[in-house]
């Protein structure tokens, strides 16, 4: 569950990186980049639709200006 901020980027790192599209969440057509947020975002709209269950392992990534990042890998109950 990647910060989304650009989509263009975001489908750049997930074929880098070999990550199947449907286990890399891209979802921000109708509201884009709304900072911190969208992490938050995309994972309630992923649980909505069923793309997360418990017992799955969820990654949740957040980068921004000047070189600042963060992660952490969830088991989802």
């Not at 263009?8 to 891209?26: D, G, M």
């Not at 921000?28 to 980049?33: I, Q, S, V, Y």
């Not at 911190?36 to 909505?48: D, F, H, P, Q």
């Amino acid at each position: 569950m990647p910060h989304q901020a650009n989509a263009f980027i975001l489908a750049h790192l997930q074929r880098k990186l070999r990550i199947p599209p449907e286990r890399f969440v891209i979802d921000m057509a109708d509201c884009g980049n709304t900072g911190s947020s969208t992490i938050a975002i995309a994972l309630s709209r992923a649980m909505a639709r069923g793309a997360t269950r418990a017992g799955m392992r969820v990654m949740l990534v957040g980068f921004g200006v000047g070189y600042s990042w963060g992660a952490t890998l969830l088991e989802w109950i």
